[in-house]
């Protein structure tokens, strides 16, 4: 090693380090960018709030607008939904007994939301999942037998039904279609 | 310290029927026990919290902000934590050495707060031989990292343990030799009389003295970094490599000693280095009439300079990566021990030449020293305008919590 | 020069004969079958030759036919200096599957035989360190096989989680 | 798996005679600077290594098996989880594969939209290899950097297609979702302020003294080592070898995109050093930009998606497809056999080819060097092991 080779590294070292050390002191002056989750969120905005509509977090089923067509329990490639629906002419139509879904074995891959006809299976942007055992990660919607929605061809009009309908289809809409483009994009 | 007893004996205040060596043990051992308790292991605490919150902001986060305010008990909190830890002694491990390493390790990085000065006259002892002292002290951390490495009886910790020897033994060398100008000019090896011979003003500092002694404070410092463990030297702990080497098998309380010294070092380093090169606890003002004032004023420019050490070595340590083990030792015996050797000859030289100094050297060597400040400064602020950031995602606070937005 | 698959086709079989079987396919993935045993002089061949060059061993896959009685072991080759392609297939007896290995002619290859020797138990004559890749030493079977039968447990540990949703 | 079947030697006689033992060392499966689980088994003579041996298969998850008991559409998913640290690449060979054997023509603003996603999952996965580059060396404050930008854009993908790793954005035809309203705009916004970052990372890391000179000469590959073991990707490129299917072998809608190929220049060094490999990805992360910058503007508008029954059943046959991941030339090799159910599929990954170099250039080198070499080779563990 020359004298030159053996100058020009020291000098490299000194200024390259120098260089480094006046970058790392300029963010010592810029703003931190992570938030003091969960408890000290700016303005007190949950994190939840602020995720995108097409966030995929826990599963959440609508039962008021469920056809029970049984397309997310096919679609599902894991096979972690689960719903018994029979027909009773009494009732009026299709009556479920069960809709469950084991959270703690989905993917949140979205496949169970695209082919719904109403949007009632959604994922929501809720994302705090611990729990303390399995079994209480296995959500059941069905409480008691319910008789499935079915859509009316002059639109909705029962006003308890009509604005979840209307988010279901607005999940819906979010979905590319071979059609043309989706959305308001 | 002697003075101060001496002082009290002739007062009255200490009963002068005993004898006075009672007197100085006393006061000896009262202050060192105030120093090691009150200054020694709070000072290594806090700058856990320091080097955490700095580090945090470096990286674009907020740090620990939950135990106390501004999250500034966590060290507390941390300590408290590793008290009530399971002390696990590996089955494999030959478990009186290993036990034994942490105090080994502690003991030599405390014993060097013996002779720190503090101020001018609060100091345990005034060796004479002080700064060798410190030198021969320190080297006791290398056994005890050595044992901890071998006794944990696993092979990462066994090859940290390795490294810190060769690197501690290495660095010694050029460590040492920077040392050496500065007690040629003064004549002593005592930490007061470093710190007389030298002066407030900046260009009164050894630093400045003259070039050879310049490079030696850059010489010692990096030396000093590499004996304390600190990144780009922290070979020997190495979380990426030997997965914290040589402290890989402890837990609880040992394993919090083996830090306690880590971080109470680099204040350590920071006072040294301060005591050579940067006047020490010089103040402008004689304030002979209040004693209590004089040495809170000189314990608090001492104190700033020290920690300007450690807030360096942090930031060094957040800025830089890590060195490979054979560039290590090129770096110590072709880099700074022919380095070290020239500073040694020039500053003998020097002394020789110019035996009372040349002030228009000084003058413009602490000249050269501002330029390069400012210079790099205006480099911050051109990293800054770089990034295209407005006044608005800037945050001076050092504590801020507010997040950037875009 | 890059070679369309015909013309390496050709070159192939003038050198080879009918070793080679027929062309199949069109384009990218056009095959040509080549006998387990011959695979590494054919493959040394396509290495070393000037016209066909073939550097690179792009993939090596296996796959079970249960219904042909085989298992084919398929060659991906690759030119990085002609930019061309061609595909070999092997059908080893499903049996006692025992291929030629062409380790020697791509490194590539050795991790790759590997593989294919852990997951469909092919053996590869002449492979240096034919050992298990992925799965556990002691697993028995292979489980790309079409008939595998994943065991109930592996060393006591259950190898299936209960469904809760059917209780 | 303990050491039988490693033929370790183990004592050595050195030309004066004296024995000497050679250290073995166990590294990993849990070891901060292997990249999930792998395994290595180091023979060392104290600081400089004799060999480490590759020990894989610990995240192995049987993909290529799963993938014959679900159905097409139902392994989209699991694609994401072959390299999740560069999902969308493999949801992009999935798709290609299934689309190549049916025949399905994807839309072009569908092709556009993959390709925007591409890039932007290029750059996501090539920062944490940069960023985790220079933890591995020791350098904490580039990691969290790079992580921060990695931060903005999962926020990105997020908003594209709903998650932030897993990303599942395409589809069998085309993708899930068109680009959101006003996404466009934050992409560009990000772009911009992200070249500033990469000078920035430059300067903060790359040709930081102590940082080159480890990765300068470690571990050098030739072009000919590296075309023989199929390394693929910026490992082959920082070997000085210039190719990059999406120029040479173009696929979606590249071939009308204008990009350079950033090869290994020896710039500190020796060609196809640690060094080469690590700047040709920080050289990628300009062109990746520059590339979507181009797709935002040229992108047509219309469908995303092609007409794709849900009973998807391709005819049967078979096909290799390949595409640039993050990691380089990605094959997928499928089978079908005309049923709901894929027959076969095997992924040819990079890291695979990539972790069997390890054992051929990890001689007399140091340990700290094998920690180099696993971070220039960009080894992502579920990818290996698949």
């Known amino acids: 090693m020359g004298m030159s080779a053996y100058l020009r590294n020291i000098k490299d070292a000194a200024t390259t380090i120098a260089d480094g050390m006046a970058i790392t002191l300029s963010h010592f002056v810029r703003k931190p960018t992570t938030v003091e989750y969960p408890d000290r969120l700016p303005d007190g905005v949950r994190v939840q709030d602020t995720l995108p509509f097409r966030y995929r977090g826990m599963l959440e089923v609508d039962l008021e607008i469920c056809t029970a067509c049984l397309a997310c329990e096919r679609a599902c490639p894991i096979d972690c939904i689960v719903i018994d629906a029979a027909k009773d002419k009494a009732a009026g139509g299709l009556v479920m007994t069960r809709f469950d879904i084991d959270m703690a074995k989905c993917m949140y891959c979205g496949l169970c939301s695209e082919p719904c006809p109403t949007g009632a299976i959604h994922h929501t942007p809720e994302f705090e999942g611990a729990d303390y055992s399995l079994e209480s990660m296995v959500r059941r919607y069905v409480k008691a037998p319910t008789v499935a929605y079915k859509p009316k061809k002059a639109g909705e009009d029962d006003p308890r039904i009509a604005p979840i309908l209307d988010r279901g289809m607005r999940y819906i809409a979010e979905f590319a279609t071979p059609d043309g483009p989706s959305g308001d994009s | 310290m002697q003075e101060l007893v001496d002082g009290l004996i002739a007062s009255g205040v200490a009963p002068a029927d005993v004898p006075a060596w009672v007197h100085y043990l006393t006061a000896m051992l009262t202050f060192g026990g105030l120093v090691v308790f009150g200054f020694v292991l709070p000072i290594a605490g806090i700058t856990t919290w320091v080097e955490r919150r700095v580090m945090a902001r470096m990286q674009s986060r907020i740090g620990p902000n939950r135990t106390g305010p501004a999250g500034f008990l966590q060290w507390l909190a941390d300590g408290i934590k590793n008290l009530l830890k399971e002390d696990i002694v590996p089955l494999a491990a030959d478990a009186m050495l290993f036990k034994a390493a942490p105090y080994v390790v502690i003991v030599g990085f405390v014993l060097t707060f013996v002779v720190v000065p503090f101020s001018g006259d609060l100091i345990i002892a005034d060796l004479n031989v002080g700064i060798l002292y410190v030198t021969a002290v320190t080297a006791l951390v290398v056994v005890g990292i050595l044992m901890a490495g071998w006794a944990s009886n696993n092979k990462w910790s066994l090859l940290g343990g390795i490294r810190s020897a060769a690197q501690i033994v290495s660095y010694e060398i050029p460590a040492g030799l920077s040392i050496f100008p500065v007690v040629m000019l003064t004549g002593s090896l005592g930490m007061q009389d470093i710190i007389r011979a030298q002066g407030a003003a900046p260009w009164t500092w050894y630093i400045f003295d003259n070039p050879f002694t310049l490079m030696a404070f850059f010489a010692f410092f990096v030396a000093a970094l590499a004996e304390g463990n600190r990144t780009p030297f922290d070979l020997p702990e190495a979380e990426s490599e030997l997965v914290a080497g040589f402290a890989t098998e402890y837990s609880g309380m040992r394993n919090l000693l083996f830090f306690m010294a880590e971080w109470g070092n680099l204040y350590v380093i920071g006072a040294i280095v301060s005591t050579l090169f940067l006047g020490g606890w010089q103040i402008p003002f004689a304030l002979e009439g209040s004693p209590v004032l004089r040495n809170a004023l000189q314990f608090g420019t001492f104190f700033t300079k020290a920690y300007f050490f450690v807030f360096l070595a942090i930031w060094l340590r957040w800025t830089l990566p890590r060195i490979r083990v054979d560039q290590m030792m090129v770096m110590c015996w072709k880099y700074l021990v022919p380095i070290a050797f020239v500073n040694l000859i020039g500053t003998a030289a020097w002394m020789v030449l110019f035996p009372a100094g040349v002030p228009l050297v000084r003058w413009t060597l602490t000249a050269v020293a501002a330029v390069l400040l400012v210079a790099f400064f205006w480099r911050v602020r051109f990293h800054l305008k770089h990034a295209g950031l407005t006044g608005q995602q800037l945050s001076f606070n050092p504590l801020s919590t507010t997040r950037v937005t875009w | 020069m890059p070679l369309d698959t015909a013309a390496i086709h050709a070159r192939l079989r003038e050198r080879f004969g009918e070793t080679i079987g027929d062309l199949n396919g069109v384009g990218r993935d056009a095959w040509a079958l080549v006998p387990p045993g011959d695979i590494a002089e054919v493959a040394r061949f396509a290495h070393d030759d000037g016209e066909l060059g073939f550097d690179c061993l792009s993939n090596l896959s296996g796959v079970d036919y249960p219904k042909d009685e085989a298992i084919q072991v398929v060659y991906h080759l690759f030119s990085y200096r002609d930019r061309h392609w061609f595909v070999l297939k092997v059908n080893a007896k499903r049996d006692d599957p025992v291929v030629a290995t062409v380790s020697g002619v791509w490194p590539h290859a050795d991790w790759q035989e590997r593989e294919v020797f852990d997951l469909l138990g092919v053996r590869f004559d002449g492979h240096p360190d034919l050992r298990r890749i992925l799965m556990p030493e002691d697993w028995p079977g292979h489980p790309l096989r079409k008939d595998f039968v994943e065991p109930e447990e592996f060393h006591g540990i259950s190898t299936s989680r209960e469904s809760l949703l059917r209780t | ?386």
């Open chain 4, 1 to 386: 798996m303990g050491l039988a079947g490693f033929e370790v030697e183990v004592q050595r006689e050195t030309e004066s005679g004296l024995v000497t033992e050679d250290m073995t060392l166990s590294m990993g499966p849990q070891h901060p600077s292997t990249h999930g689980v792998l395994r290595f088994i180091v023979r060392a003579d104290g600081e400089v290594m004799k060999e480490a041996i590759p020990d894989i298969g610990y995240l192995h998850r049987s993909i290529e098996k799963i993938a014959e008991k679900v159905g097409w559409h139902g392994f989209l998913p699991y694609t994401d989880r072959v390299d999740y640290v560069a999902a969308m690449f493999c949801n992009h060979g999935w798709t290609m594969a299934a689309e190549r054997l049916a025949g399905i023509e994807v839309p072009r603003r569908g092709e556009y939209c993959r390709v925007i996603a591409d890039e932007l999952c290029r750059i996501h996965s090539h920062l944490l290899a940069a960023g985790s580059m220079a933890m591995d060396i020791g350098a904490f404050t580039p990691f969290t950097h790079a992580i921060r930008e990695r931060e903005y854009l999962n926020d990105l993908f997020e908003e594209l297609c709903g998650s932030r790793l897993t990303f599942h954005y395409m589809r069998i035809g085309g993708v899930g979702w068109d680009l959101p309203p006003g996404w466009a705009e934050k992409v560009l916004t990000f772009l911009a302020r992200f070249e500033t970052v990469v000078d920035e990372y430059n300067r903060l890391i790359s040709y930081n003294k102590i940082f080159t000179e480890r990765l300068a000469d470690v571990a050098v590959v030739s072009a000919e080592q590296a075309i023989g073991y199929n390394l693929v990707g910026p490992n082959l490129r920082g070997s000085g070898v210039a190719y990059d299917v999406r120029r040479d072998d173009p696929y979606s809608v590249y071939p009308e995109l204008d990009f350079d190929v950033p090869v290994g220049r020896g710039e500190m060094g020796t060609v196809g050093d640690c060094f080469d490999r690590y700047i040709v990805r920080i050289e990628e992360l300009k062109q990746s930009c520059r590339i979507i910058r181009q797709c935002l503007r040229q992108m047509p508008d219309g469908p995303v998606i092609a007409k794709v029954p849900r009973n998807f059943k391709p005819p049967a046959g078979d096909c290799y497809v390949r595409l640039e991941s993050a990691r380089g030339d990605m094959g997928w090799y499928v089978v079908s056999d005309g049923t709901a159910f894929p027959y076969r599929c095997k992924i040819r990954t990079g890291s695979f080819a990539a972790i069997s170099i390890v054992q051929a250039v990890s001689r007399d080198i140091m340990i700290a060097d094998l920690i180099a070499v696993i971070a220039s080779l960009d080894l992502v563990a579920p990818e290996i092991d698949r």
